[in-house]
């Protein structure tokens, strides 16, 4: 390889870095010198990528389509690179679970405008399962149990909220033996198949569907049930125009009206939307505030 | 109840069915064991593969409390063919999942519990269990189930018996009917035309013949019962001629087999007995028994056939009509080729006119012998009686000629002499006669002599008549012959007289006296250069009293020859004369050869 190509190779390699970066440390949408041209949207993993990306396409051609935006579906392959996303304010609207919108309000901004609706249901209950014929009929029972929780640490309804439930219960973190799965479903079979003698979920898991086909339903019972929540929040930050927060809104509940918004919100895991506040998410904030400690 | 025949086409399509089906049934049920054999490794191995790896991934499912992974893995390998229940068991016992693939007629319920379904199916033979332990770090972290539906083999197994049935059978058939159409071309056919063949030879047709195409064995067998049917009309030509021969034989001929029993008859057989041929066939030959033989004869008739040989002689039968008949019967055993009796074969002669004209014969040879002896009685008491009065005339003759001859006229005197003469001449005759008759009645025993003692003797007898006539006598050789020595030499003498006799004036007589053998017989040849004996006479001069000559030219009583023949024919032997070459005559005369001394 000669002197010159090498010398070219080098130059766009520069040149690409450059405009990576500018890519990078872009402003947002919403910025005081950026024109109105796109929206970049951003969701948490609660699911794969792929499977994150298939769902909300439908929903992202449509926001584009009654926006005249352009729309972006960002979809980090794990949560570290959404939360940067987050960091880095890139994400215009952003779908967010309930303690890491409370997490990007305060320190980012981010301001709900409206939260799923899932099982027809605008909230949800944290719930404790255990089987019928485990003789468990309190929480108090739990003490030296073993609990799956269904998810992590930063689980809303699956840790969160039954770890609230414990605590109001008197029981604490080594009070009883702690286990996590990596979906409220899975954490529902622990109990089922013997495998610990309580999950945490979603109040929601015996009627789901993949849940009574795998299992018979009947064999477990809701041990206690918290106070219903909003369910997931959407987000967008805080300074983005109030016309366009209005027309993203309306676009949003406007999907409830019409057989294709159904579709949509179908095909994205949801049976509806709602509208939501910041407001909404106070109980939240007090439940995790509990849990944590502060 | 008979079966009815089957025909070889049909037999041989049974066979060919038969081996067909065994051959299909035995090939499919062997290809359909094998195909399950081979489904059930085939089978097996995947069950290894994915139980293996179903187990190797697991631990970590079961470790993050994955069972929708569990679930997942339950759901693939339920999916696959015969798989029809996957369970991952902690290692508690306690089930993981619940998912259940069980066929329509095995019902399952959340009521019943995996382990529960497992325990009850596995002891269904239909089913097949399978175990793969999982572990994580060396922790037991329980175990996989798989229970399989092997009747999807036996289906398997059976579909494909059955498409290999349909295959095959339909390939059996199609090569069936090429065996088949081929049986008929290459070897029905020709079989069929051999049947017909066959056929027309039972009718009688031993011309027919077959076509003849190629050179297989079919073509070879065309060839050899076409050879065998020329060879059949060569011997049935043959058997033609014998059986139209004995059919039309002159004799009566009858075959028996070996128990006497009738087996077949000629037509003539029937003319001279009466007996049809249906009637007497299958009845012994005794019925023919006249019974006036002797059961010995029978007894030494059939000791000499059954001990193979033939039999020869004339018995007396009876004829259907009850009359009696002689037959001269010739009986010979006939035999099989492996040397054992088979059948008697006789040949009748119907000889009772014979016997009754023999008889007649007889009785008249009889008659003739004794009229004969009487009348050589007769002659020879004659001519005895008659040598008295012969004598008495020669003696008074002479006496008269002695003592009154003086007194007689010279007419007388002839007349006298006439008488003398006369009663010379019939004393001679008479003299003649007796010695011809006793030359019948001697009762000398013979015995060997030399021919050419004899004939010394005999021209000794003749020395002065040799002497006179200086006749040159030739002996060739000598044979001892068997005989009356003295009758021989009056024989000699005879012959040796007549040639030294008739000879020719002014010509020395030449006698030549040959021998030779025709046993039993010495043939004796006596040739002279006489006058010689016209053909004409040649049979005359053997009679008695026979003259060829007046008396004046060659003086002689006329016996000598006869003298001859009858010392000859005694001694059991011929004469007769012949012209000799040249002039002259030959006697030839056979005597009975006699042992050299």
Redo the contacts between chains.
């Keep these: 390889m000669n002197s010159a190509v090498k010398k070219a190779t080098a130059v766009l390699v520069i040149v690409g870095l450059v405009c990576l970066s500018q890519i990078m440390t872009s402003k947002p949408l919403f910025s005081a010198d950026a024109a109105v041209s796109a929206l970049h949207v951003g969701i948490f993993p609660r699911r794969s990528a792929a499977k994150t990306v298939t769902m909300f396409t439908p929903l992202m051609a449509y926001l584009e389509e009654r926006l005249g935006l352009a729309v972006t579906l960002t979809s980090g392959k794990d949560f570290k690179s959404f939360w940067q996303g987050v960091e880095t304010q890139r994400f215009d609207l952003v779908h967010f679970n309930q303690l890491h919108y409370l997490q990007a309000h305060d320190a980012f901004g981010y301001q709900a405008i409206g939260a799923n609706q899932e099982f027809h249901r605008k909230t949800l209950s944290g719930a404790i399962y255990v089987r019928k014929d485990s003789g468990i009929e309190r929480l108090e029972d739990l003490r030296g149990k073993k609990i799956?929780f269904g998810g992590g640490q930063s689980a809303m309804m699956s840790y969160i909220v039954p770890r609230f439930m414990l605590e109001k219960a008197g029981l604490k973190p080594g009070d009883y033996e702690a286990?996590?799965?990596?979906?409220p479903?899975?954490?529902v079979?622990?109990p089922y198949?013997?495998?610990?003698d309580a999950a945490a979920a979603g109040d929601v898991m015996l009627d789901l569907p993949?849940i009574r086909a795998?299992?018979?339903p009947d064999?477990l019972k809701i041990l206690a049930k918290s106070e219903p929540i909003f369910q997931l929040p959407w987000a967008v930050k805080g300074d983005m125009p109030d016309d366009i927060r209005e027309k993203l809104l309306h676009a949003f509940l406007a999907l409830n009206d019409s057989a294709r918004g159904k579709d949509i919100l179908k095909q994205a895991g949801m049976t509806g939307f709602s509208k939501a506040s910041h407001d909404h998410y106070q109980t939240h904030r007090a439940i995790i505030d509990a849990v944590q400690g502060r | 109840m008979k079966a009815p025949a089957l025909g070889l086409r049909t037999k041989f399509i049974l066979i060919v069915l038969a081996i067909l089906a065994m051959a299909i049934g035995a090939s499919s049920l062997y290809l359909a064991a094998h195909q399950k054999d081979l489904g059930t490794q085939k089978l097996e191995a995947k069950t290894q593969a994915l139980g293996r790896f179903a187990a190797l991934i697991a631990p970590q499912a079961i470790l993050s409390y994955d069972f929708l992974a569990l679930d997942t893995y339950v759901r693939e390998i339920v999916s696959q063919e015969d798989f029809v229940l996957a369970v991952f068991f902690d290692h508690a016992g306690n089930a993981l999942t619940e998912r259940l693939s069980l066929p329509q007629d095995l019902s399952l319920s959340f009521t019943e519990k995996p382990e529960a379904a497992l325990q009850r199916l596995q002891a269904n033979p239909r089913f097949m269990r399978w175990d793969f332990p999982m572990q994580h770090d060396g922790r037991d972290l329980g175990q996989l189930s798989l229970l399989l539906d092997m009747s999807h083999l036996d289906r398997e197994s059976q579909a494909l018996l059955w498409q290999q049935f349909r295959v095959y059978g339909f390939v059996s058939l199609m090569l069936a009917f090429a065996l088949i159409l081929s049986f008929q071309v290459q070897i029905l056919k020709p079989i069929q035309s051999l049947v017909a063949a066959v056929q027309r030879v039972a009718k009688g047709d031993f011309q027919t013949s077959v076509h003849v195409k190629g050179q297989d064995e079919m073509s070879r067998l065309a060839l050899g019962f076409n050879m065998m049917m020329q060879e059949i009309a060569t011997h049935q030509a043959k058997l033609k001629v014998l059986s139209s021969a004995v059919e039309h034989s002159p004799a009566p001929i009858l075959i028996t087999n070996i128990q006497g029993e009738i087996d077949y008859v000629n037509p003539k057989f029937e003319d001279v007995t009466g007996y049809r041929y249906d009637e007497i066939v299958g009845q012994k030959h005794a019925v023919l028994r006249s019974n006036y033989t002797k059961d010995d004869r029978y007894d030494q008739l059939w000791q000499a056939v059954t001990s193979g040989k033939e039999w020869q002689g004339e018995l007396l039968h009876r004829r259907k009509n009850g009359e009696l008949f002689w037959a001269r019967v010739w009986i010979a055993p006939v035999f099989r080729d492996d040397g054992t009796m088979a059948h008697l074969v006789a040949i009748k002669e119907d000889i009772t006119e014979h016997k009754e004209k023999r008889e007649a014969m007889e009785i008249m040879l009889d008659e003739y012998a004794r009229s004969n002896a009487a009348l050589e009685r007769f002659a020879y008491v004659t001519s005895h009686d008659l040598q008295e009065p012969v004598r008495s005339i020669l003696s008074f003759s002479q006496l008269l000629d002695r003592r009154y001859r003086e007194n007689l006229a010279p007419e007388a005197k002839d007349y006298l002499d006439y008488i003398t003469q006369g009663a010379h001449r019939i004393s001679d005759l008479v003299q003649a006669l007796l010695d011809y008759g006793h030359i019948a009645s001697s009762t000398k025993p013979f015995a060997p002599v030399s021919v050419k003692d004899i004939g010394m003797a005999a021209q000794a007898a003749l020395h002065k008549a040799i002497l006179d006539t200086k006749a040159d006598i030739c002996w060739e050789g000598d044979e001892i012959i068997q005989g009356d020595k003295d009758q021989l030499i009056l024989l000699f003498q005879n012959i040796l007289r007549n040639a030294l006799t008739f000879v020719v004036p002014e010509v020395t007589p030449k006698i030549r006296i040959t021998l030779k053998k025709d046993l039993p017989f010495i043939q004796i040849a006596i040739q002279d250069n006489g006058i010689g004996i016209e053909p004409l006479y040649q049979e005359r001069i053997f009679e008695i009293f026979q003259r060829l000559h007046n008396q004046e030219v060659f003086p002689g009583k006329g016996i000598g020859l006869a003298v001859c023949k009858r010392i000859v024919e005694r001694h059991g032997g011929k004469i007769w004369v012949e012209k000799a070459a040249g002039q002259g005559t030959v006697f030839i005369f056979t005597l009975p050869a006699g042992l050299n001394r």
């Excluded at chain 1, 286990?179 to 979906?183: G, L, Q, V």
């Design positions: 799956v286990a996590y799965a990596i979906t479903i899975n954490a079979f622990a198949f013997h495998q610990s993949s795998r299992i018979n064999a």
